[in-house]
């Protein structure tokens, strides 16, 4: 019994898409210039609030630093989501960068002191599910260009 592969007479063509690195790097890089020129390498200060919003029920939600980066990370998390579906040549370098930049946040939570903080381990699990998703995506959107009989 021998499996014939099809390729599509009329599949999609790949695009030439503008590189964009990964956007995960900025919160990462945000965090580290914070922690060290403002924090004087203690995480335990992202807890500091910024600032405190009334709210109808007449208590205030404060608004931490920690809190801040973590909403600007999920925001760019959503923006990697998005980019991770696109079919050009240069997704496939933007998702070695991604696994690259978890291996980065990886190590520096591991190995330094002022990475250990819940809010950079958010930021680092934002970095885990950009490789998962992205991976992931690659690999269905490329089942769906070959179909096996």
């Given at each position: 019994?021998?499996?014939?592969?099809?390729?599509?007479?009329?599949?999609?063509?790949?695009?030439?898409?503008?590189?964009?690195?990964?956007?995960?790097?900025?919160?990462?890089?945000?965090?580290?210039?914070?922690?060290?020129?403002?924090?004087?390498?203690?995480?335990?200060?992202?807890?500091?609030?910024?600032?405190?919003?009334?709210?109808?029920?007449?208590?205030?939600?404060?608004?931490?630093?920690?809190?801040?980066?973590?909403?600007?990370?999920?925001?760019?998390?959503?923006f990697?989501v998005?980019?991770?579906?696109?079919?050009?040549?240069?997704?496939?370098?933007?998702?070695?960068?991604?696994?690259v930049?978890?291996?980065?946040?990886?190590?520096?939570?591991?190995?330094?002191?002022?990475?250990?903080?819940?809010?950079?381990?958010?930021?680092?699990?934002?970095?885990?599910?950009?490789?998962?998703?992205?991976?992931?995506?690659?690999?269905t959107?490329?089942?769906?260009?070959?179909?096996?009989?």
């Amino acid at each position: 019994m021998s499996e014939t592969v099809i390729l599509p007479s009329n599949a999609a063509p790949r695009r030439k898409g503008v590189f964009i690195p990964p956007l995960l790097v900025f919160p990462f890089v945000a965090y580290n210039l914070v922690v060290f020129l403002f924090f004087g390498g203690n995480p335990a200060n992202w807890a500091f609030g910024m600032f405190a919003l009334p709210m109808p029920s007449g208590m205030p939600w404060a608004i931490t630093a920690g809190d801040f980066l973590l909403v600007v990370g999920i925001i760019l998390l959503f923006f990697e989501v998005l980019k991770s579906t696109q079919t050009a040549r240069a997704s496939i370098i933007e998702h070695m960068l991604s696994m690259v930049l978890f291996v980065v946040f990886l190590v520096e939570f591991l190995l330094v002191g002022a990475a250990s903080s819940s809010v950079f381990f958010l930021l680092m699990v934002m970095s885990l599910i950009d490789v998962v998703a992205g991976f992931t995506v690659s690999i269905t959107s490329a089942s769906r260009d070959v179909s096996m009989n």
